[in-house]
């Protein structure tokens, strides 16, 4: 990447418009084949949520030296709150999140397997888009913020993923 763009990014306010995703990563090691059926049981070692979608860009536009906000639509539950937390680390302003209780958030899991000696592989991905519903006083207290905020940055990034 051009450094001349590197350093333009650094010292720009970015605000990222869009679909707001959790990336959920659950890792286990195999351990023991199912009396159920013929899958390998997994033990789980591990649980954790990384930017997806919208909070993706967001993330790397920090990662770059951006001052960044987020907004979108996502649901009052768990999965937010722990993205939120991760979110709130990384220096990316989320106050201007519209949280519904009419909505769960959008999540989409990915299993991954393997042992010390193993390389950890992607054995299926879990999405949960459904229970997204952006309602239109959802979209008018989004519009509404977003016209608020939208003079004091120098960039826009509208991240649509369709959900």
């Known amino acids: 990447m051009?450094?001349?763009?590197?350093?333009?990014i650094a010292e720009s306010r970015i605000l990222?418009?869009?679909?707001?995703?959790?990336?959920?990563?659950?890792?286990?090691?195999?351990?023991?084949?199912?009396?159920?059926?013929p899958v390998i049981i997994m033990e789980e070692i591990d649980r954790h949520v990384?930017?997806?979608?919208?909070?993706?860009?967001?993330?790397?536009?920090?990662?770059?030296?951006?001052?960044?906000?987020?907004?979108?639509?996502?649901g009052a539950d768990n999965n937010w709150q722990r993205l939120a937390a991760s979110l709130d680390k990384g220096s990316i302003e989320i106050s201007g999140v519209v949280v519904s209780e009419a909505a769960d958030s959008a999540v989409k899991t990915r299993v991954m397997a393997g042992g010390k000696q193993l390389v950890r592989q992607q054995i299926v991905r879990i999405d949960n888009t459904r229970g997204i519903r952006?309602?239109?006083?959802?979209r008018a207290l989004l519009f509404s913020r977003l016209q608020d905020r939208i003079a004091?940055?120098?960039?826009?990034?509208?991240?649509?993923?369709?959900?």
Request: net charge negative.
């Open 2 to 8: 051009d450094s001349s763009l590197v350093y333009l």
């Open 16 to 37: 990222v418009l869009g679909d707001i995703i959790i990336d959920e990563f659950v890792i286990g090691r195999p351990d023991r084949i199912s009396r159920e059926a």
């Open 50 to 74: 990384c930017p997806g979608g919208a909070a993706n860009a967001a993330a790397n536009a920090v990662s770059l030296g951006g001052k960044t906000e987020l907004l979108g639509v996502v």
């Open 134 to 138: 952006v309602t239109d006083s959802n």
């Open 152 to 163: 004091d940055f120098d960039a826009l990034i509208l991240s649509d993923y369709g959900l």
